[in-house]
């Protein structure tokens, strides 16, 4: 079984707000010659990677409500 995260999404209002700022990532990266993929920092890694990332995903957490989920495709240091 899987395992999760769940992340506060500071600063962002709505889904919407959160969507336009990962577009603009998106469009940033692209710019910069990287990898076009959404990217999030934590402060560690997380200890059970193993099991997070066949099948997990990032739930957002926006204005105190979970309210996105996104697939995780890999977690590297």
Do not use: N
Not at 43 to 72: C, E, F, H, N, T
């Amino acid at each position: 079984m899987a395992l999760h995260i769940v992340k506060l999404c500071v600063g962002v209002e709505s889904i919407e707000h959160l969507a336009k700022l990962d577009r603009e990532d998106l469009a940033r990266r692209k710019r910069e010659g990287k990898r076009p993929e959404l990217v999030f920092t934590t402060r560690q890694m997380p200890k059970r990677a193993d099991a997070i990332i066949p099948g997990g995903s990032v739930y957002w957490v926006i204005k105190g409500i979970i309210q996105v989920r996104q697939p995780l495709k890999a977690l590297r240091p």
